[in-house]
């Protein structure tokens, strides 16, 4: 059988469809301080003084299910934090403070706690603070041992520095960050292919090597970019960045760049983790992958030629290997 993400029981059609009547709602809220609202990787507020607050929410998905089959909850905490501040940082703006929000049918200190102990040590490896949150117990909601995730962050950006993406045009490049594997994106997708139908693996199947478990390749935890990227953004030009979640490279990319305009990407320009070899042996076909997984590349800069040089230097100084994986094509 081809698996795709609408046979797996997820919709991006119903995605997009959902997006646009959020739009349509949010002008009831509109106020004259949004200078960007829903659809973006952030939201804009005017603060005046010359300076922008940025905010996003987030969530970790079915990833929690792999997690709770697995027993194993300490990536967790970091994959919801990376959710938020990767999608943060696209627009230019340094994390502030993270709130969280956890439900969960039976609250469990000790099988919850790697949980927070993960969101604050990402907080802290992404230059914000945890500020709050809510922790919600919820009998008959949820079944004692189900839970969800949600994350929120801010961050601020001065209003000359805001990264919208405008200027980009024809014959910009793309450079790629590697991703750590799936990050917290696919995974319903990844349960009908590998685990609950197709291949029918079990989770401590050793095809990895014996000290890797299939557990622990997906559950690998989100990677975290905000260091890197406010390095990057104080020595380059950068005209757009786009962090690489659901709907895979292209959509994410088209998001960040003017209408009229598309992008050529080549796929074989990086490794691909071996991950996605075995999720596209389990019958899961090249434009599928391509439409609903990241493939080794979590996070995108676009700039001018002339402004690779120093953007590879910005990234050699980290030890931060990166691809050039395509460019912007049209006008």
């Known amino acids: 059988m081809k698996w795709t993400y609408e046979k797996a029981g997820v919709s991006l059609k119903a995605a997009d469809d959902w997006i646009r009547i959020v739009k349509e709602a949010a002008f009831i809220a509109?106020?004259?301080?949004?200078?960007?609202?829903?659809?973006?990787?952030?939201?804009?507020?005017?603060?005046?003084?010359?300076?922008?607050?940025?905010?996003?929410c987030d969530g970790v998905g079915?990833?929690?299910?792999?997690?709770?089959?697995?027993?194993?909850?300490?990536?967790?905490?970091?994959?919801?934090?990376?959710?938020?501040?990767?999608?943060?940082?696209?627009?230019?703006?340094?994390?502030?403070?993270?709130?969280?929000?956890?439900?969960?049918?039976?609250?469990?200190?000790?099988?919850y706690s790697p949980v927070i102990y993960g969101i604050a040590k990402a907080c802290r490896d992404s230059g914000c603070a945890l500020l709050g949150g809510e922790t919600a117990e919820m009998p008959g909601t949820y079944p004692p041992d189900g839970f969800d995730l949600a994350g929120f962050a801010v961050g601020i950006v001065k209003k000359e520095e805001v990264i919208a993406g405008s200027d980009v045009q024809g014959g910009d490049l793309l450079v790629g960050l590697a991703s750590s594997g799936l990050h917290s994106n696919g995974f319903s997708l990844v349960r009908k292919a590998l685990l609950d139908d197709g291949l029918k693996?079990?989770?401590?199947?050793?095809?990895?090597?014996?000290?890797?478990?299939?557990f622990k390749v997906l559950l690998e935890p989100t990677r975290l970019y905000p260091k890197i990227v406010m390095e990057?953004?104080?020595?380059?030009?950068?005209?757009?960045?786009?962090?690489?979640?659901?709907?895979?490279?292209?959509?994410?990319?088209?998001?960040?760049?003017?209408?009229?305009?598309?992008?050529?990407?080549?796929?074989?320009?990086?490794?691909?983790?071996?991950?996605?070899?075995?999720?596209?042996?389990?019958?899961?076909?090249?434009?599928?992958?391509?439409?609903?997984?990241?493939?080794?590349?979590?996070?995108?800069?676009?700039?001018?030629?002339?402004?690779?040089?120093t953007l590879k230097e910005a990234l050699?100084?980290?030890?931060?290997?990166?691809?050039?994986?395509?460019?912007?094509?049209g006008p």
């Open 30 to 56: 509109e106020s004259r301080g949004v200078v960007s609202g829903i659809g973006g990787f952030s939201g804009l507020y005017d603060l005046g003084e010359g300076l922008c607050l940025a905010a996003c």
């Open 62 to 111: 079915t990833k929690l299910e792999i997690a709770k089959r697995a027993g194993h909850f300490d990536g967790l905490g970091q994959d919801l934090v990376a959710m938020s501040v990767n999608d943060l940082i696209t627009c230019g703006a340094r994390p502030l403070f993270f709130l969280d929000y956890l439900a969960c049918g039976k609250l469990d200190g000790k099988r």
């Open 201 to 214: 693996l079990d989770l401590d199947s050793k095809l990895f090597g014996e000290d890797l478990p299939l």
């Open 232 to 309: 990057v953004l104080r020595k380059t030009k950068v005209k757009a960045m786009a962090h690489i979640t659901g709907g895979g490279l292209r959509d994410n990319v088209l998001r960040v760049i003017p209408e009229g305009l598309s992008v050529s990407i080549d796929y074989g320009s990086w490794k691909r983790p071996k991950i996605y070899d075995l999720i596209a042996q389990a019958g899961v076909e090249e434009g599928e992958m391509r439409r609903v997984f990241n493939l080794g590349v979590g996070y995108v800069f676009i700039v001018e030629k002339g402004e690779l040089p």
């Open 316 to 329: 050699e100084e980290l030890n931060e290997p990166s691809f050039l994986i395509g460019e912007v094509t």
